[in-house]
């Protein structure tokens, strides 16, 4: 009798764990089948976009208007001069650079849990991340050499063409990947990665506040800049109301307006602290053509150069020097006059400009 019990009660037993199992194997198949696709927008702000997808596979040219949808799979590559923004249903942003290469790999959506994939072939990618409260959401890059992965923070991403790879953090923490190794890169510091190779060190990155004025005074905001490592040659490109970072070293900085500004050797010393920001003013000249209707300008200084569709008395933005200007009434673009302009820096040059003379 005690042994009939003691079977009883090891089959009640084993009857328990084994529905137990059944009910939480049922419940994730109930769980992975609720994950659902969503999408996400481009909204593109500067320049134009090529977008591929499954319904257009040899893409489709999108520029400044209306956000388009973006799904799992869809491939974003930016124009030389274009710039957009890529938003998540969960608020998450994309920042996407001038020729960067972006392609979604996943968009999934659970009630407030999302699962974020994405992986940049090329560029520079800005992005922002709430903090992710729960375990089951991720927001991740992948990139040629290295997976970041986040749980709420601020930061930069460079793919170079050869797929190396850096990171900085702007706030927060970020886990970067590689070869079974993982560097948490706190704010203030970035990381380098090599492909095939784990990540480097850990280092502190050199921050700054650009800020551009005009010869009256007024301080720009949104005006484009690159830094440029006059050791390695890498870029690192912001616009001036942005968070920008660079490793430590020395750079050239261009100031990328019609007649475009190059201030060189901004040092980023060695026992640079992380977080400090190292103020960069600068003031820009400017150049006014009075003319009977508007003009095309087409400015040259040394390597430097830029054009322009400009109103009479606008003024014309320039770095300080002498340039050489070919100018042409925009009812008359083959009718072209040369003019020599020299302008100190902060200071305005004026000139009156009429066809024929």
Known sequence: MNRYRLGLVLLAAILSVGLAACKDQEQEKEEVASWESSIATLDITEGSATLVTAQNPTGQVVEPGEPVEIRAGDKITMSDSGEGVLTFVNGAQT????????????????????????????????????????????????????????RGTEFIVF?????????????????????????????????????????????????????????????????????????????????????????????????????????????????????AVKEIPITLSAIVLNAPENLIVRLQQGDLSGEIVTAPGVPILVGPGTWNLEIALESQPDEVQTIEVTVDEGKQATMDFSAGR
């Open 159 to 275: 793919t170079r063409d050869n797929g190396l790879t850096q990171v900085v953090t702007i706030d927060g923490t970020v886990a970067v990947a590689a070869q079974d190794k993982t560097a948490e890169v706190p704010g203030g510091y970035g990381v380098r990665v090599a492909v095939g190779e784990a990540p480097g060190e850990v280092k502190v990155w050199g921050f700054s506040d650009v800020r551009v004025s005009t010869p009256s005074g007024d301080q720009l905001v949104g005006i484009p800049i690159v830094f440029t490592n006059t050791e390695n040659g890498l870029s690192f490109r912001y616009r001036t109301d942005e968070p920008m970072a660079v490793p430590l070293g020395t750079y050239d900085l261009l100031i990328q307006i019609p007649g475009p500004y190059r201030l060189t050797g901004i040092e980023f010393p060695a026992d640079t602290q992380a977080e």
């Open 95 to 150: 920042h996407l650079s001038s020729q960067a290469v972006v392609e979604v790999e996943n968009l999934e959506v659970l009630g407030t849990s999302a699962r974020i994939d994405l992986k940049v072939a090329f560029g520079q990618t800005f992005h922002t991340v709430e903090q992710l409260l729960d375990t089951q959401s991720r927001f991740e890059i992948e990139t040629p050499a290295a997976t970041i992965s986040v």
